[in-house]
Nanobody
Framework: EVQLQASGGGLVEAGGSLKLSCAAS????????IGWFRQAPGKEREGVSC????????FYRDSVKGRFTASRDNLKDMVYLRMSSLKPDDTAIYYC??????????????????WGQGTLVTVSS
């Protein structure tokens, strides 16, 4: 059974930092691509960062490049998203998700099969 649990959200001022964690029960199998997604009120869910299982390639959406860093620790079944220089536009519910690995997979929410409950990140101006 695939289980994911995101945590670490909260309220932070613009320019601040947060670290999100995701407990993912499937990482030890190394067979799953993992992604961080977010959904702001009234907006579609979007891919923030995705890590490929097979080669560790990491995708970042343009708006977070240089500010966010995703990582996975397969031995601990954990995925992390370090966020710095946060902006009000980063305010959203953040989700971690997983799907069986596929070479060249895009960071598209529609492709991810398993989802954890989200964690709310609020960035005040």
């Amino acid at each position: 059974e695939v289980q994911l649990q995101a945590s670490g959200g909260g309220l932070v001022e613009a320019g601040g930092s947060l670290k999100l964690s995701c407990a993912a029960s499937v990482l030890r199998s190394r067979d799953y691509d993992i992604g961080w997604f977010r959904q702001a009120p009234g907006k579609e869910r979007e891919g923030v960062s995705c890590i490929a299982a097979n080669n560790g390639d990491t995708f970042y959406r343009d708006s977070v490049k240089g500010r966010f860093t995703a990582s996975r620790d397969n031995l601990k079944d954990m995925v992390y998203l370090r966020m710095s220089s946060l902006k009000p536009d980063d305010t959203a519910i953040y989700y971690c998700a997983a799907v069986l690995a596929e070479y060249g997979r895009s960071c598209n929410a529609a492709e991810y099969a398993y989802w954890g409950q989200g964690t709310l990140v609020t960035v005040s101006s």
